[in-house]
């Protein structure tokens, strides 16, 4: 069984930045892409950026230039850089681990832009 822990979400001005964190723990042997999701109030969730256990990267339109993700395998974390805040990036951001093909999901940090 696998784990995701997230912290490091808050609330910060526009034009702000914040970086996530999300820890797996357990039998993260299996685990492939880890990544950050996110849903805003009324909308659906959606992806906002994936890593390949590779190093390979996507990205959503919205947050290109201004996300980085990336990945400490060793210590099992992935993390998510984000500057140049907007407002319409408040949401709940959701940690993903793709294990033996099953998506996992932690239990979401909250971001909140705003002045």
């Known amino acids: 069984q696998v784990q995701l822990v997230e912290s490091g979400g808050g609330l910060v001005q526009p034009g702000g930045s914040l970086r996530l964190s999300c820890a797996a723990s357990?039998?993260?042997?299996?685990?492939?892409?880890m990544g950050w999701y996110r849903q805003a109030p009324g909308k659906q969730r959606e992806l906002v950026a994936t890593?390949?256990?590779?190093?390979?990267?996507n990205f959503a339109d919205s947050v290109k230039g201004r996300f980085t993700i990336s990945r400490d395998n060793a210590k099992n974390t992935v993390y998510l850089q984000m500057n140049s805040l907007k407002p319409e990036d408040t949401a709940v951001y959701y940690c993903?681990?793709?294990?033996?093909?099953?998506?996992?999901w932690g239990k979401g940090t909250l971001v909140t832009v705003s002045t």
């Open positions: 357990g039998n993260i042997l299996g685990i492939t892409t």
């Open positions: 890593i390949t256990s590779g190093g390979r990267t």
């Open positions: 993903n681990s793709v294990y033996h093909g099953i998506n996992l």
